[in-house]
């Protein structure tokens, strides 16, 4: 009778082994399973924001052309050059003269095509270059001439003497009574400034 007994009393203690192992191994299946799924909705959500991103950006040294480019492949997005309908002397002085002369004369050069259908984006990174203290003219064409209505606007610069800073006044005239969110903006001189800023405003 004792050996019987305890026989049973084995075979309840295994069962309620295993009922306990069977609950805790379904409690961790389900809380993978959620995990998961949490991690497949935040990568979804955040595919779907940098789907609506681009990278609009002036260059003519090929300076603010590389940190576009570097900017656009940490957010997996397109790159796209805004130019002027006349193109710019390629010699620096001369370049720079028309420059000072658009600035001083109020002169907002005519676009080129862009050639891209900017409705399907709600974030726009806009670079260029620091020209006399400030964004070049062809940025005011841009806010001018391009529909931007909603739309988010991040500013970024490259310059050996200026900082973004800078040109936020400007910026900020030129968005003026158009529904345009202008956000904090990035001097992208170097790398380790674009790649903190841009973890920063994914």
Do not use: C
Request: glycine letters at 4%; charged letters at 20%; a positive charge.
């Amino acid at each position: 009778m004792k050996i019987r007994g305890t026989i049973g009393l084995i075979g309840v203690i295994i069962l309620v082994i295993v009922g306990v192992s069977f609950v805790v191994h379904d409690h961790s299946d389900n809380q993978s399973r959620e995990d998961r799924q949490a991690h497949q909705t935040t990568n979804r959500k955040g595919k779907r924001a940098t789907q609506r991103t681009i990278v609009i950006y002036f260059s003519e040294t090929g300076t603010t052309k590389q940190a576009a480019q570097k900017i656009g492949q940490q957010l997996g997005v397109k790159t796209v050059a805004l130019k002027p309908k006349q193109a710019y002397s390629k010699e620096y002085t001369k370049m720079a003269s028309t420059a000072k002369a658009q600035v001083d004369r109020n002169q907002h050069p005519e676009l080129a095509k862009l050639n891209v259908d900017l409705s399907q984006y709600q974030t726009i990174w806009l670079g260029f270059p620091t020209w006399f203290h400030r964004p070049p003219m062809l940025i005011n064409s841009f806010f001018d001439d391009v529909q931007l209505k909603n739309k988010t606007i991040i500013p970024f610069t490259t310059s050996a003497s200026s900082n973004i800073s800078e040109s936020m006044p400007y910026l900020k005239k030129m968005i003026k009574n158009k529904q345009i969110t202008l956000h904090k903006g990035l001097t992208a001189n170097d790398d380790q400034a674009i790649d903190k800023f841009v973890k920063q405003n994914k």
